[in-house]
T-cell receptor, first 115, second 114 residues
Framework: DAKTTQPNSMESNEEEPVHLPCNHS???????IHWYRQLPSQGPEYVIH???SNVNNRMASLAIAEDRKSSTLILHRATLRDAAVYYC????????????????FGKGTSLLVTP | DVKVTQSSRYLVKRTGEKVFLECVQD?????MFWYRQDPGLGLRLIYF???????EKGDIPEGYSVSREKKERFSLILESASTNQTSMYLC?????????????FGQGTRLTVV
């Protein structure tokens, strides 16, 4: 899978929007952009994914740059429960099959939410 | 709510013991996975199963085996636990192997081998 780059950490105030960036300058046309998060001492949790268009769901929004070389996960109103490590990963059909169907999370962004 | 449930949150076992980690999903998913997660190493795939009784080795299968006798249950077995198997173990499932499919994870089992 192509590489992604995320800031190590970010901080936000409760009830404010949070924009978590992800750079993926070597993305291919068939790479899906996925976001997962992992709360402390929990398993990862799926957040959202997209290919080309912006996506919204009940948890978050995903804004994808027109050239697809970057994307932003938007939490519209951060709560204390959103404090977690957020992982941005790219998934391509053939690369995923070649990896033996392993999900490869990088280091992610550790989001701190303060009251 | 859909769920992947792991049988234990915390386990402490002795070196040389045979250890069973159980995972059950209630989503009728075909595919199930076992990962371990260690600081600085991220997620590493141990085994995955795409059907009952079918299994494929992941990146680090040594010292582990798996069993999938029923669709909803995927067990990870440490044949003879060693201290380097102290880790967080995560079970996951997916409906398909397409990349636009989300993975559902269990809450994790933190295993300590002493």
């Amino acid at each position: 899978d192509a590489k992604t780059t995320q800031p190590n950490s970010m901080e936000s105030n409760e009830e404010e929007p949070v924009h978590l960036p992800c750079n993926h300058s070597t993305i291919s046309g068939t790479d899906y952009i996925h976001w997962y998060r992992q709360l402390p001492s929990q398993g990862p949790e799926y957040v959202i994914h997209g290919l080309t268009s912006n996506v919204n769901n009940r948890m978050a929004s995903l804004a994808i740059a027109e050239d697809r070389k970057s994307s932003t996960l938007i939490l519209h109103r951060a709560t204390l429960r959103d404090a977690a490590v957020y992982y941005c990963i790219l998934r391509d059909e053939s690369a995923w099959a070649n990896s033996g169907y392993a999900l490869n999370f990088g280091k992610g962004t550790s989001l701190l939410v303060t009251p | 709510d859909v769920k992947v449930t792991q049988s234990s949150r915390y386990l402490v076992k002795r070196t040389g013991e045979k250890v069973f980690l159980e995972c059950v999903q209630d989503m009728d998913h075909e595919n199930m996975f076992w990962y371990r997660q260690d600081p600085g190493l991220g997620l590493r795939l141990i085994y995955f199963s795409y059907d009952v009784k079918m299994k494929e080795k992941g990146d680090i299968p040594e010292g582990y085996s798996v069993s999938r006798e029923k669709k909803e249950r995927f067990s990870l077995i440490l044949e003879s636990a060693s201290t380097n198997q102290t880790s967080m173990y995560l079970c996951a499932s997916t409906r398909s192997l397409r990349v636009n499919t989300e993975a559902f994870f269990g809450q994790g089992t933190r295993l300590t081998v002493v």
